[in-house]
């Protein structure tokens, strides 16, 4: 386990490096001048204070700062401006103040352009507060779009202050009676949308969309696991059982289903997943107790052999990120982790001697958890997988000492369906 999860570690190393990404772009210095260079696309969550790039792949990396540049945009892909203007900072959930009023401070950032033209749409986004917007028009400077969810003073109201509704009716308008502004929602795609069309309405025809938000992607799949299993008991018995108890190494088959959400961000390299698949296992052992049939125990020493059988029956539940490491439009590897959740039915094991019948008799029904990490690989719709899963001990009863250690690794076979 500690190899497997070494070789996970430095392998997850490897492609995050691997996965940094040059590309074609330029960036404006305080005096105006224009230099085309390559910069580095983290394709970022929130708007950057800096950048880093390159003149060429072979030379080293250098940092640009906000405070050195006005201007900066990877072609093709998103571009960002300086402003220095008023930013509401008031909290989102569930830190909303009581006040309806947005609390201005100035701040210069780098704005990302979402659409560009007669009439303009930026945004911000960082981890204090949620997403703003900012527009320009052709006789206006920037601008915040204001929308704030705030308390009244009993804090169990929540208001909106939609303002943004009433900036746009005045100032960008989108047809002849402006009524899209008063149904439209503060969220991106939909800003979007509007400032198009406000350009289009409004004659604008060099007017573009620099990107639109990556959208969370949702991936079905159908899963069949092979699973290399087996037990190792430690028992909490009168008879005393010596060494290890271990069960049959089986191979058995699994199945289910797994729900993946591609998150919108860092060139949609990671995403969680949730993967239920029902599985068994049914395996024997041989365990041996010593003991002495003399009550003075020093004659009469004797060996005994016991068999062991297990049925494990279990539904399990990983709940986990994923690393994506894309290779290429049809290829791509991964690294992932999870929380894995068992639940087990219609479990049972017993241990027995030739002349008595279930000697020892446990149920195995139970609901436990352990951890898993895994690598895998997919080629266009198939996808292979392998997983190493901490020991899970599936002992039901919590007032003894025993330990029945489940162990498990696992192939699985995967196919996307939509």
């Keep these: 386990m500690k190899n ?60 640009i700062s906000i405070s050195n540049m006005q201007e900066f945009s990877i072609v093709g892909i998103s571009k960002y401006i300086r402003q220095t203007l008023n930013v509401d900072d008031s909290k989102g959930e569930p830190n909303y103040s009581l006040s309806k009023e ?11 352009v979402l659409v560009e033209g007669k009439n303009s749409l930026y945004s911000f986004e960082n981890n204090e507060f949620p997403i703003r917007f900012f527009f320009k028009t052709d006789v206006s400077e920037v601008q915040q779009l204001i929308y704030k969810k705030y308390f009244e003073e009993n804090l169990t109201d929540l208001y909106v202050n939609s303002e943004y509704k009433k900036q746009l009716f005045l100032n960008v308008k989108a047809d002849v009676y402006n009524s899209k502004s008063e149904t439209l929602s503060y969220k991106q795609n939909d800003l979007i949308k509007y400032f198009v069309t406000a350009n289009q309405f409004q004659g604008d025809t060099s007017s573009k969309e620099i990107q639109k938000r990556s959208k969370t992607v949702i991936n079905y799949k159908l899963v069949v696991n092979n ?28 199945y289910g289903f797994e729900i993946e959400m591609i998150l919108p961000f860092n060139n949609n390299n990671w995403s969680i997943f949730i993967e239920p698949t029902y599985n068994t296992y049914s395996g024997n052992g041989i365990f041996t ?61 017993t241990l027995h ?7 020892k008799e446990n149920s195995l029904n139970s609901n436990k958890f352990n951890l898993l990490i895994g690598l895998g690989y997919a080629y266009k719709k198939f996808e292979l997988e392998l997983r190493q899963y901490t020991n899970l001990n599936v002992n039901p009863y919590m007032t003894n000492s025993s330990n029945y250690s489940y162990r498990n690794v696992s192939l699985s076979l995967k196919y996307k369906i939509n």
């Design 227 to 254: 699973n290399l299993s087996h037990f190792d008991f430690k028992i909490d018995s009168s008879v005393p059982f010596d060494g290890r108890n271990l069960t049959d190494k089986k191979y058995s088959i699994g």
């Design 289 to 349: 107790s010593t003991y002495y049939i003399n009550p003075n125990y020093t004659t009469g020493l004797v060996n005994e052999d016991y068999i062991a059988s297990v049925k494990y029956n279990y539904l399990q539940v990983p709940i986990g990120l994923r690393r994506n490491i894309i290779l290429n439009k049809q290829s791509k590897f991964n690294i992932h982790s999870a929380v894995n959740i068992e639940f087990s039915n219609n479990s049972s094991f």
């Design 4 to 63: 497997f999860s070494l070789s996970i570690f430095l392998l997850f190393s490897i492609f995050s490096f691997s996965q940094i990404k040059f590309e074609n772009g330029y960036y404006i210095d305080n005096s105006g001048t224009k230099i085309n260079c390559l910069i580095k696309n983290v394709d970022w969550e929130y708007n950057p204070n800096a950048i880093e790039v390159k003149k060429t792949l072979q030379d080293d990396v250098q940092e």
């Design 353 to 359: 001697r030739s002349n008595v019948t279930n000697f």
């Design 102 to 112: 947005p609390h201005f401070i100035s701040s210069t950032v780098l704005l990302k």
